[in-house]
């Protein structure tokens, strides 16, 4: 399987093009630094026992009285910055992937659902997705975790709340394009169950425009999360993530403490870059009205 995904087109497109390159080495960066990111640093940031408010806001090691200790400085609480965004990035991303996961799967059972069976099953879940549309997402999402309280489980609930509509509108549409396939026809006249015909005939169909959603809503739930944190209903401060390290480098940016908030924003630029860029070439790849 491997060396025939090595030898398909699509890998030798994606050979030929610049920004997917691009993309997919600054992912695999922050999968290492998701993977292994504890041990690519000597302080966990949320060990209290391991930060001195002694070395409160050091400025990064090349700049004047730092401390060659902390390459990126320190933040307000004696915590190494370096060592705050790899553990931010690790909480970002993987609230990231999860809540996508989340999403997809609801989205996709409940899409299937609408454009297999059609009728009022179909109106139901679309008028719930329309209702759903006409509100910002970050306004569902920020009154959600207004209503739950913060944390990591609160934050999943709401970004899967808000990501499953994307999904349901997607597989909706491809499902009524191949519910009266002649494969599908030719399913139920053998007598195959409404289940399997599903499972094995109709979901295989629709997979390929939910990879370029899904890959694409990565980088949205992490910007959403990132936006929440800062306005202080994301994570809890326990666990930071790049939003809420965000923020607390803001209180202090004007007073010329710029590094507190500059890296992880960087971060965070950084995984949405190489996100969008891998899924602008999986829209581009995948979907043969665009060739």
Known sequence: MATG????????????NTSAILGSAIIIACAIIVVFGPSLVAQNPY???????????????WMDGGNPKYWLGTDGQGRDVLAAVVYGTRISALIGLAA????????TFLGL??????????AVIMRVADIQLSFPSMLIALFLMSAFGTGIDKILISLT????????R??????????????VQAARVAGLRTGPIIRRHILPNVLTPLIVVATVQVGTFILIEASLSFLGVGVPVTQPSLGLLIKNGFDVLFSGLWWTSLFPGLMIMAMVFGINLVGDFLRDELNPRLK
């Open 47 to 61: 060990d209290v026992m391991q930060l001195d408010l002694m070395d409160s806001y050091l400025p990064p090691a």
């Open 5 to 16: 995904l090595l030898s398909s087109q699509l890998a030798h497109n994606w050979r030929r």
């Open 100 to 107: 996508t996961l989340m999403s997809c799967v609801i989205g």
């Open 170 to 183: 997607t597989v909706r549409g491809s499902t009524l394009g191949e519910r009266n396939r002649e494969y």
């Open 113 to 122: 659902m609408a454009g297999y069976f059609g009728g009022w099953i179909d």
């Open 161 to 168: 709340a808000v990501g499953w509509v994307v999904y349901a």
